[in-house]
């Protein structure tokens, strides 16, 4: 009975899936996770202004009338009860989302005790100077109504710092351990057959989709072997049949599988048959690159864009490669994979090294503890 709990009454605003995206699975597994608290009573306040990837970082009516449902649902939440504290994403470097944030905290501030905002995309500093002046006053007003920050990695305090947030936390998202059975036993490669590479998550330009396929294609012109395999859904503006008719065009149709996008034991185990993931992100929101967390997990060597916070996430020295992005990403990816192919035999090692990692920073476990420990404090503040 809410009467008689005393527990700390915890809101996480956000979206689950779908779509599927990190921030969205970040924030389902949060839910998850804390509730079975024995300290926080923790509900959600249910965001659903993106139903697809197509309609992200824009404006509209529907979702106008979204931020009035999303109103009626925290109302519901305080009438309910005290909400000693709220935990709101931040919505990015984008305008759509920021006049959200606008909008949307001072009357979070209004229903509740305290506001954390939680930064799982990256970019909001970089785009800062570039904001109309009236949107970079309005969601500096609003901030000062927060009383901290979360960030995923050292690199983005910046977010919360161009905000004027002090209390910044940082906080790496959490995975849930592999059962056993999707952990292969990686020291012996199987160099008897064409290596796979393994690319997942949203393909498209910006995740450096493209120009991974590009690099391929050149290597595979060289006489290289290997085979990859790509795992996900196309965002706008690149469809389906674009990214098939570029594939021919690099030349790599007869090397490359297509899967759909893969959830629960069919994507782990799409990391489990895999020797290579590959992460050639340049997107400007990137924040945390769950999907490479998920093959640090799965004892996978990575290659990776020298991108954001992607060299923080792997740790030094990586377990994999990290190919610079200035210049054309296409050939510094495929100067990568030549020195992935080329040292074959420690990829055993750089798996070892990535699981090991991820057991000691990335665990699900250690997510929760963190969290509650920060919700805690905050809800003590006052």
């Known amino acids: 009975m809410i009467g008689t709990d005393r527990r700390l009454r915890v809101v996480i605003a956000g979206q689950t899936p779908p779509p599927i995206g990190g921030q969205n699975i970040a924030i389902a597994r949060t839910l998850e996770a804390l509730g079975t608290s024995p300290h926080l009573r923790c509900e959600h306040l249910d965001f659903r202004f993106t139903p697809s990837w197509n309609e ?12 009035g449902r999303v109103y009626r649902r925290l109302a519901r939440l305080r009438l309910a009860g005290r909400i000693d504290h709220i935990v709101i994403p931040a919505g990015g470097p984008h305008l759509a989302p920021i006049l959200r944030d606008i909008l949307l ?15 799982h995309a990256a970019g909001l500093a970089r785009q800062w100077a570039l904001l109309p002046a009236s949107a970079r006053t309005g969601l500096r007003l609003a901030s000062r109504l927060v009383s901290g920050a979360l960030v995923l990695t050292e690199y983005g305090r910046a977010d919360a710092d161009v905000l004027g947030i002090r209390r910044v936390t940082v906080l790496a998202n959490g995975l849930a351990d592999c059962d056993k059975q999707f952990l292969k036993s990686r020291p012996e490669v199987a160099t008897f057959r064409d290596p796979i590479i393994f690319h997942a998550g949203h393909l498209c330009p910006d995740k450096g989709t493209l120009a991974l396929i590009e690099a391929c294609g050149v290597l595979h012109s060289e006489g290289r072997r290997f085979r ?3 795992a996900g859904e196309c965002l706008s503006p690149l469809t389906r049949d674009e990214l098939c008719r570029w594939i021919g065009a690099c030349g790599m149709d007869a090397h490359t599988e297509m899967l759909d996008l893969l959830s629960g034991d069919a994507l782990l185990q799409a990391y489990a048959d895999a020797d290579l993931f590959a992460f050639p992100t340049v997107a400007p929101y990137e924040s945390f690159g769950l999907v490479m967390v998920e093959a640090m997990r799965a004892g996978l060597p990575v290659l990776a864009t020298d991108w ?6 792997l740790g030094f020295p990586p377990g994999g490669v990290l190919c610079p ?11 990568g994979l030549r020195t992935a192919l080329d040292y074959r035999s420690s990829w055993p090692n750089w798996g070892e090294r990535n699981r090991a990692r ?16 920060y919700l805690l404090s905050r809800g003590k503040t006052k």
């Not at 992200?56 to 931020?67: H, S, V």
């Not at 991820?358 to 420990?373: I, T």
Request: hydrophobic share 45%; glycine share 4%; proline share 2%.
């Open 56 to 67: 992200a970082r824009q404006g509209g009516l529907r979702k106008i009338l979204e931020m």
């Open 105 to 119: 905290l001072p009357v979070a501030r209004l229903f509740c005790r305290t506001v954390t905002l939680h930064f």
């Open 228 to 230: 990859l395999r790509l």
């Open 308 to 313: 954001r916070a992607n060299a923080e996430v």
């Open 325 to 335: 992005t200035e210049g054309i990403l296409s050939d510094n990816l495929a100067r």
């Open 358 to 373: 991820f057991l000691e920073r990335y665990r699900m476990e250690h997510y929760r503890q963190h969290l509650e420990a």
